[in-house]
C-alpha cells in the first residue's frame, strides 16, 4: 500500500481548521457585544450576565444529561471531589468567567468591543507568564523567555495606547481598566480549567462546573444589586439578545473539536486573531457609545496581534555554523 506524501495530503482541512479557530475569536467577540446590549436594555449589566451565563448554563446541563460523554463525565468528577483529586480550588474557575460577563454588560457597551477585547488580551498574556513560571498550570513549571516579555511588553502597549487621545474623557477610567484586570483572571481561569480538565478527564464536565459555579456568583452579585439599587427595566422582546449563553455554549464546543487539528498554539493564535479582527468589525459596524477613532482602535488591535503571535511562537534558537559543520559530516 503506497502512503501519499505529506506534500500530496490535502491542505483543505487544515485552512478549515484554522479558520474554525478564526470563528471562534469572531464569536468570543459577537458574544460580548450582545451581552453589552441586553445590559444595556435592562439598564443592568448584572442581571443582564446573569440571564447569559444562566442560559448557558442551562444547555450545558441538558447536554450533560443527554450525551453518553457528559453523563461518564459527571460521575468522574463526582469521584474526583470525593477522592480530593478534585479540591474546591479547582472549582471555583467560574467566578472568573462571571467576572468577565459581568464586565462586558457594564462596558462594551461604551467603550467598544475593540477596547474591552484589547485589554482583555493584555491581561492574558501578562499575567500568562508569571503564571506559567509559578508552574500553576496543567503543563507545570515553563521558562520565561525574551520572545514573551516582548509580545507581552507590545500588549501592554496596545492598550497603552488605546488609552491616548481623548480616550479617558469619552469613558471612565474603570471601564478602560478594568478589562485588564478580566484578562488577568482569565489566564487563572484557563490554568485552573486545565488542572480540573486533567483531574476529571472531561473537558464537558469542567466546563459545566464552571458555568454553575459564575452563575452563582452572578446571582448572588445580582441580588444584592437589585437590592440596592432597584430592579432592571423590563425584560426586551429581542430574541436576539438573549443568545448570548448560546454563542458561549457554540465555541466552546468548537474549541474543543478543532484544538485536537490545530494544535494549542496554532488555535490560540487563530482565535486570538478573530477577536481582534471581529471586535474592530463589530464597532465599525455597531458603534459603541464612546468610539475610539478608526486608526487608532486599528493600530491597537495591529499591537496586540503581533504581540500574541511574538509570545506564543516558540522561537528556535539558531545553532552555531561549526555545530551544523560537524552534524552535516556526522
Not at 31 to 44: E, P, T, W
Not at 284 to 292: G, Q, R, T, Y
Request: net charge positive; proline share 5%.
Amino acid at each position: 500500500m503506497t502512503v501519499a506524501p505529506p506534500a500530496a495530503r490535502s491542505w483543505l482541512p487544515a485552512v478549515l481548521a484554522i479558520g474554525g479557530a478564526v470563528a471562534v475569536g469572531v464569536l468570543a467577540a459577537l458574544q460580548a457585544r450582545v451581552n453589552a446590549q441586553l445590559g444595556v436594555a435592562l439598564d443592568d449589566g448584572l442581571v443582564a450576565a446573569v440571564i447569559s451565563f444562566g442560559s448557558g448554563l442551562a444547555i450545558l446541563v441538558v447536554l450533560s444529561a443527554l450525551l453518553p460523554a457528559g453523563r461518564s463525565g459527571i460521575r468522574s468528577l463526582i469521584a474526583a471531589i470525593r477522592s480530593g483529586k478534585a479540591p474546591w480550588w479547582m472549582l471555583v474557575g467560574g467566578a472568573a468567567g462571571a467576572l468577565t460577563v459581568a464586565t462586558q454588560g457594564l462596558t462594551v457597551a461604551i467603550i467598544g468591543v475593540s477596547l474591552f477585547t484589547v485589554g482583555m488580551v493584555a491581561g492574558q498574556t501578562l499575567i500568562g507568564i508569571v503564571v506559567d513560571r509559578v508552574g500553576y498550570g496543567p503543563a507545570g513549571v515553563t521558562a520565561v523567555t525574551v520572545p514573551r516579555v516582548v509580545g507581552a511588553a507590545l500588549a501592554l502597549a496596545a492598550v497603552a495606547f488605546s488609552l491616548g487621545g481623548d480616550a479617558i474623557t469619552r469613558a471612565p477610567l474603570w471601564m478602560l481598566v478594568l478589562p485588564l484586570l478580566v484578562g488577568f483572571a482569565v489566564a487563572w481561569q484557563q490554568a485552573t480549567n486545565g488542572r480540573l480538565r486533567a483531574a476529571v478527564g472531561s473537558a464537558l464536565a469542567a466546563t459545566t462546573v464552571n458555568f454553575v459555579g459564575g452563575t452563582a456568583v452572578l446571582a448572588i452579585a445580582a441580588l444584592i444589586h437589585v437590592a440596592v439599587v432597584g430592579a432592571p427595566d423590563p425584560l426586551p422582546g429581542e430574541p436576539w439578545l438573549y443568545v448570548g449563553g448560546l454563542i458561549g455554549c457554540v465555541y466552546i464546543f468548537m474549541s474543543a473539536a478543532l484544538v485536537a487539528r490545530t494544535g494549542v498554539l496554532l488555535f490560540g493564535l487563530a482565535s486570538v486573531l478573530g477577536q481582534l479582527v471581529g471586535s474592530v468589525v463589530l464597532d465599525a459596524i455597531w458603534p459603541p457609545v464612546a468610539p475610539a477613532a478608526a486608526w487608532q482602535s486599528a493600530t491597537t488591535v495591529a499591537l496586540a496581534s503581533i504581540g500574541v503571535a511574538i509570545a506564543a511562537v516558540r522561537w528556535r534558537r539558531r545553532r552555531p555554523a561549526a555545530v551544523d559543520a560537524t552534524a552535516a559530516a556526522d
